[in-house]
């Protein structure tokens, strides 16, 4: 049972036409876009699991398949031009091969090429970056764990962290991996179900930044 | 073309501003947002050029003319000025005047002001001192001695000018060559206004009235052949020609197949609703055309047809078109085809807030596409 009404918008347009047109009085005061399905579930199970409070009605949009920060910057653009409720605007953006501050750093130069230009940029807490875009407040996260034998860093990092941390897996299985969800498929498993199956306190040690992130909300 | 739309007071409007018009304009939202408004606040500024409406609609009520066709379009009760003209106002209270502004670009604009005390909309006299100069000449060539600083409106209908409630006629093209001075190209923003035309879903039941006020027209330019055309490629209707045969002691107009002839009436609600566009449309040179949800009735494939050729012939008749829609299919259908005939087109969300204040938000296509990306339906664009 969650705690908050999440709202998950999927890439299916029907499903959310009926899932908002049912509900006339959906409002949204923060949203937040990830980079795919897998990510969404993970952060639904994330804030059930860890019963997390958050305030309001939260948007969970999937922008999957978008994965470069071009073409990520003019959707963020749209979004911060024209929403008019919205208070904060959140984006998970996987790392992917670059250490978080060049990666918050790209993602600020092309939505300044979109005409967003955000200001006040600050690291606030561990690849938790705040900054501000007129009245919008946006909060990125640089997602993936880069001490982790991976080319490429993204949000499975996480489950791959409770998994050799339970000793289900070893790190050096781990290897001839690009990324942490070609991992994943292989294993059988989805990180929503690695989180469902662990303890609070294994969580809470492996997704903390994203924790505290969602604390934030 | 008008770049600008302002009004004020007008159903359940108390303010509302819109920039940025395009050679297309849609305008969505959910139910009681005001957006049929917007069209009929255009229409009504519209009535101060031309007072009667140009399809005779409501012409069996009292004094057919474009208030009464507004006062009476939605409810069809019988409403005159005189009995139900609040219903325009915000709140029935009629104490201020309607106000719209219209602009073409940064420098030209025309007020326009509806007041209770007088039935046709009144333009305001620009407050600028060359409009108080040319004024001047003409109340001195009149002999009035008050200054051009106590006269506000002008009416055209009655070829006067305002004082409040007070007026005073002069010769129409006395005030028109006023009207020239004052406001640069006045005779093309005016002619622009005065052929407005409007296509609300009332009209699919209004086949006679614009059979009779367009169809002499129509068959002048020769644009029946366009008609014939939609309805074969939008409505796979295999259309021979039109013709006109008799019914009862009158005639219809009626579609000619290869076997047999049909009354225009008889054909499908989809077909007929394109016909009326087309009829409408056909005719319309260097103005506005307003349609209310253009997708009633209409299956995808007759709406993408018809789309097609109507931003064919409004690209060639320079018309700007503003129409309402609840329809993503209609969005993205228009939005794909003004691409490929590089047409400008701006969709406006238009919501209102409990004091009737609409703040559009206005997308291009292209915000609409990164909007779908993301789950999120340009319709219900209220939730963010």
Known sequence: MLLVPLIKFSRDQLENLILIARDMTKKLRVTILCEGDDDINALKVLIDKMSIQVSDNIGLNDCGGISRL?????????????????????????????????????????????????ENLEEISGSIYKAN??????????????????????????????????????????????KASEFLDQYGKKADMVIQESQKEEIARSYENVINLLKML | ?????????????????????????????????????????????????????????????????????????????????????????????????????????????????????????????????????????????????????????????????????ASYTVETDQLLSALRDMVSNFAEISSFMKRMMFIDARLIYEMEKIEKTLWNDLLRERQDKLITEI???????????????????????????????????????????????????????????????????????????????????????NV?????THSLEFIKLIEKIADEKKMDLATFFIEMDETGKIEPRSLAPKDSENLAKMGLDVRFLDII
């Open chain 1, 133 to 178: 875009f007129e009245k919008l407040d946006f909060l990125i996260k640089i997602v993936g764990k880069t001490d982790l034998p991976f080319k490429s860093h993204e949000m499975e990092d996480y489950a791959i962290h409770l998994l050799v941390m339970r000793g289900e897996i070893e790190e050096r299985e781990l290897s001839n991996f690009h």
């Open chain 2, 231 to 317: 309805l074969r490629k939008g409505y796979e209707v295999n259309v021979e020609d039109l013709t006109y045969m008799p019914y009862g002691e009158t005639y219809q107009l009626a579609v000619k197949l290869p076997t047999t002839t049909t009354r225009a009436d008889d054909l499908g609600d989809g077909a007929r609703y394109s016909m009326i566009w087309f009829m409408v449309a056909a005719l319309a040179r260097n103005t506005a055309v307003l349609i209310e949800e253009p997708e009633n009735h209409q299956h995808p494939g007759g709406l993408a047809k018809s789309l097609e050729m109507l931003l064919e012939l409004i690209k060639k008749n």
């Open chain 2, 1 to 165: 073309m008008l770049t600008t739309l302002k009004i004020n007071g007008f159903r359940g409007i108390t303010e509302c501003k819109i920039d940025g018009l395009k050679r297309i304009n849609l305008f969505v939202g959910r139910n009681n947002h005001g957006k049929s408004s917007i069209l009929e606040a255009l229409y009504l500024a519209s009535a101060a050029f031309r007072f009667d409406e140009p399809l005779k609609r409501d012409a069996d009520k009292t004094g057919a003319n474009k208030i009464v066709y507004l006062l009476n379009r939605r409810s069809g009760r019988g409403l005159s000025w005189g009995r139900g003209r609040e219903t325009l106002w915000y709140r029935y209270d009629t104490r201020n005047a309607i106000r719209t502004e219209i602009r073409w670009g940064k420098r030209k604009k025309l007020d326009i002001e509806l007041f209770d005390w007088h039935h046709h909309p009144l333009i305001d006299i620009p407050q600028t001192s060359r409009a108080y100069t040319t004024l001047r000449t003409v109340l001195q060539k009149w002999g009035l001695k008050e200054t051009p600083y106590d006269w506000q409106h002008i009416c055209l209908e009655d070829s006067a000018i305002f004082k409040q409630r």
């Open chain 2, 320 to 324: 700007q078109v503003f129409a309402t």
């Open chain 1, 70 to 118: 071009e073409e990520l910057a003019p959707i963020v653009a749209t979004l911060a031009r024209v929403s008019r409720r919205l208070e904060k605007i959140v984006l998970m953006v996987d790392a992917n091969t670059q250490l978080p501050g060049q990666r918050v750093i790209s993602l600020k130069q092309s939505l300044e090429s979109h005409q967003v230009m955000i």
